[in-house]
């Protein structure tokens, strides 16, 4: 059926396209015909018709069982990532960033009620979640993402968080509304935002917000380590001076990006 309130130019076709490619995850990374029509509520021929156009395009392939999404996938994030220009101009200082505190670190902005990683300086050690470039999480239990809610108004915070999360995870903590709040309070007072275990058992995280030329918050930048090697307090006196600092010329730089004069040139 027809959706109701997308406009005359609202293209239907395109729009389940995306459907059957956001219905993979983790916990269903090869489907069936049936269960994709069934994730995503279309007819199995459509489904089918548009399994095969995504197959020819490259972005399907046949698997085991049934279908599976193929790395070319990825060239839709990245054409996201490129077009922020946030990795060009994050890579540096979150690379010298690993370096001084010897662990992984993120960059991951807001979708919805979850936070995406775009990204990653990362360090060789064992944690409880394997992270990736487009990786999703729930927001509010991690410091990347109590950095990006702390900035939102109310009104905002209510409609982002009533979106369900997408990214197939559970997190540990599930406060109430007056915590919810309360937590985010203490995260604007501060500036910055740290968690321990609250995703998950083993992960502790600082975090502090990115921002554009006009100040407003556009991602987080977060030191994450296993809570077995870092306590919170080693987090927070060594990590969190170099993160704050490290948060502060990204912003800078993403800045004075902003600023450059684009020029189009004319095609020869």
């Given at each position: 059926?027809?959706?109701?309130?997308?406009?005359?130019?609202?293209?239907?076709?395109?729009?389940?396209?995306?459907?059957?490619?956001?219905?993979?995850?983790?916990?269903?990374?090869?489907?069936?015909?049936?269960?994709?029509?069934?994730?995503?509520?279309?007819?199995?021929?459509?489904?089918?018709?548009?399994?095969?156009?995504?197959?020819?395009?490259?972005?399907?392939?046949?698997?085991?069982?049934?279908?599976?999404?193929?790395?070319?996938?990825?060239?839709?994030?990245?054409?996201?990532?490129?077009?922020?220009?946030?990795?060009?101009?994050?890579?540096?200082?979150?690379?010298?960033?690993?370096?001084?505190?010897?662990?992984?670190?993120?960059?991951?902005?807001?979708?919805?009620?979850?936070?995406?990683?775009?990204?990653?300086?990362?360090?060789?050690?064992?944690?409880?979640?394997?992270?990736?470039?487009?990786?999703?999480?729930?927001?509010?239990?991690?410091?990347?993402?109590?950095?990006?809610?702390?900035?939102?108004?109310p009104e905002e915070l209510d409609r982002v968080l009533a979106e369900?999360?997408?990214?197939?995870?559970?997190?540990?903590?599930?406060?109430?509304?007056?915590?919810?709040?309360?937590?985010?309070?203490?995260?604007?007072?501060?500036?910055?935002?740290?968690?321990?275990?609250?995703?998950?058992?083993?992960?502790?995280?600082?975090?502090?917000?990115?921002?554009?030329?006009?100040?407003?918050?556009?991602?987080?930048?977060?030191?994450?380590?296993?809570?077995?090697?870092?306590?919170v307090e080693r987090l927070v006196e060594h990590h969190l001076p170099?993160?704050?600092?490290?948060?502060?010329?990204?912003?800078?730089?993403?800045?004075?990006?902003?600023?450059?004069?684009?020029?189009?040139?004319?095609?020869?």
């Open positions: 059926m027809p959706r109701e309130g997308t406009g005359p130019d609202f293209i239907e076709a395109l729009a389940r396209g995306l459907e059957v490619i956001a219905a993979f995850s983790p916990t269903r990374p090869e489907m069936t015909l049936a269960e994709v029509a069934g994730a995503t509520g279309l007819a199995r021929p459509t489904a089918r018709r548009i399994l095969l156009t995504l197959t020819e395009l490259g972005y399907v392939r046949s698997g085991e069982r049934g279908y599976v999404l193929t790395p070319r996938v990825l060239d839709l994030g990245v054409a996201y990532v490129g077009s922020m220009g946030l990795w060009d101009v994050a890579r540096p200082h979150l690379e010298e960033l690993s370096v001084r505190t010897h662990e992984s670190c993120s960059i991951a902005q807001l979708d919805g009620s979850d936070i995406v990683y775009v990204a990653r300086a990362s360090v060789p050690k064992i944690v409880s979640l394997a992270v990736t470039i487009g990786t999703r999480f729930p927001a509010l239990p991690t410091s990347l993402g109590k950095v990006q809610l702390a900035a939102l108004s369900p999360t997408r990214s197939g995870l559970t997190p540990r903590w599930q406060p109430t509304r007056e915590e919810r709040d309360a937590a985010l309070r203490e995260v604007r007072a501060r500036g910055w935002a740290v968690t321990d275990e609250q995703l998950t058992l083993g992960i502790r995280s600082v975090a502090a917000p990115l921002r554009d030329g006009s100040g407003r918050v556009i991602a987080g930048v977060n030191v994450n380590c296993h809570a077995a090697e870092t306590s170099l993160l704050l600092a490290a948060a502060g010329e990204i912003s800078a730089d993403f800045a004075r990006r902003e600023s450059l004069p684009h020029v189009t040139l004319p095609a020869s």
